[in-house]
């Protein structure tokens, strides 16, 4: 009796095993959002682009411009919320240090709280002449004493091709009226 009980379980189970792998379907790729010029989709990135910009921010807060270079494309395009522009690694931790020394001057502290970050891709075209195919965006916010700051790191094989900076002063708070 044993055995016809131990049978009658290993076949169900083979049965089931045997219907599950002929009814798997090929999974989608979850995405959430379009580009209005393009057929791409938006679905999140990897951890692994977050752990650059991590390292990035880290070098950035340390004011460590040697590693802060190494994970910047030598002919990036950089764009800081007041305008400035820079065009190589050099040009993009000068701004950095101009900056700082400005805080220096005026008294106030040079730093600022990461709030959050996530990476971000677009899924694949199949029209080869869309650009930046390659790489994930990281979007991070940070807060600081003057402002909120929202930027976009576009990290291509463990470095930023294009980098975007907005920044939003501290709103003054009215004085409730009685």
Known sequence: MKKIKILLIAIFMFAGCDQNSTNVQKMEIPTNGFFASSDHQVMMGSSATVEI??????????????????????KPWMHFANGDIANSPQEFVDLIEKEYQDFQTNNVNWGWKTNYAYSVKQTKSENPEYKNQEGEWVNARFTSEDATYEEWYYIVDGKIQTWQQAKRLKAKRMPLKK
Request: overall charge neutral.
């Open 53 to 74: 910009f991590k390292k990035i921010d880290k070098a950035w807060a340390d004011r460590d411009y040697e590693t802060l270079k190494s994970y910047i494309h030598e």
